[in-house]
């Protein structure tokens, strides 16, 4: 089993477009293969999994998805509402039930992040604080979007050193240590091989090294297949000047772009390699008007195969 199954918590960032949410399932696909009981959560209500799957539930809610495989959304005022059940009682699901509070409370800086992200840390324990809940071996969060995502991993720090005493600070402070903590949690970027996508994964790594963590993870992906050499396109690029045809001209057109395209690609890849002093994990791009279980099932092939090749330095990936 690859390494980075081996913690309790994953954070899957990435700029938004770049399929952090496809790497996130099928990371999630490839640890229940491995018989973990897994938990895909996905932030700010979205559902994507249960539409990809074709469940339908009832909302935030853990629903299972496939054996060993489950899913849940995360919304923050039903967390809030949670929240306030487990430690208050009667009282808190009354001030739940109030709108006036609801409106104070959601308004509060940050609050809907500490809610969300106390959620996800609740999904991760070995004890759960909801009622009959089985715990899991992992939780995968499908995180916003790079800027949003280091936000969201700064928040319960930043609550405990507000509140600094009481429970949002003993809570704030629980939350910061494991996330942390390298042993239980990851933060895995994903990225396409373009310019911008690379220099945000980039400024992730300095970002998350400023909070005093660590990217443990890259996947770059779409990554389309090197088919030719320089000597062959060399040769295509002479074919195409002597193609009579207009269909020939038009295959030959496509084969060279798709070369260019490619050599374009790989050229990001070291770039982003060098700066991260290696670490990275290719998926390749998937000719498929849609992605569903099977391209999923493809993906969580690639990824078990790619966390466990030895990176460029010969260290295997963690």
């Not at 929240?83 to 039930?97: C, F, N, T, V």
């Not at 390298?182 to 790594?205: C, G, I, Q, Y």
């Not at 001209?249 to 050599?263: D, I, T, Y």
């Amino acid at each position: 089993m690859p390494a980075l199954l081996d913690r309790r918590l994953i954070f899957v960032t990435g700029k938004g477009g770049v399929g952090k949410s496809t790497v996130a399932t099928a990371l999630g696909l490839l640890a229940a293969r491995a018989g973990l009981r897994t938990i895909v959560v996905e932030l700010s209500s979205q559902e994507r999994l249960q539409r990809t799957f074709e469940h339908q539930a009832e909302l935030f809610h853990e629903i299972e998805l496939a054996p060993g495989l489950f899913t849940i959304s995360v919304d923050p005022q039903h967390s809030m509402e949670e929240y306030l059940r487990i430690r208050i009682g009667p009282l808190g699901h009354a001030l739940g039930s109030s709108k006036l509070f609801q409106a104070f409370a959601m308004a509060t800086p940050g609050m809907r992040e500490l809610l969300s992200i106390g959620k996800v840390w609740e999904l991760a324990q070995l004890q759960r604080k909801t009622r009959g809940a089985a715990p899991y071996d992992l939780v995968i969060v499908d995180a916003p979007s790079t800027g949003h995502g280091v936000g969201i991993l700064r928040t319960p720090r930043t609550f405990a050193e507000i509140a600094r005493v009481g429970p949002i600070a003993n809570q704030g402070r629980a939350i910061a240590a494991t996330i942390a903590d390298p042993s239980l949690t990851a933060v895995v970027a994903v990225a396409l091989p373009e310019e911008m996508p690379v220099n945000e994964t980039l400024s992730l790594r300095d970002a998350l090294d400023r909070e005093g963590l660590v990217l443990q993870q890259v996947v770059m992906n779409a990554v389309y297949p090197a088919r030719f050499s320089d000597d062959q396109a060399a040769e295509l690029n002479g074919a195409l000047e002597l193609a009579e045809s207009s269909l020939a001209r038009a295959a030959v057109r496509a084969a060279v772009s798709e070369h260019l395209r490619a050599e374009t690609q790989r050229e990001q890849i070291g770039r982003l390699r060098e700066g991260l002093d290696g670490g990275v994990v290719e998926l390749p791009f998937l000719f498929a008007d849609h992605i569903g279980i099977p391209e999923l099932e493809r993906l969580a092939d690639d990824l078990e195969a790619g966390l466990a090749e030895p990176d460029p330095a010969g260290e295997v990936l963690t």
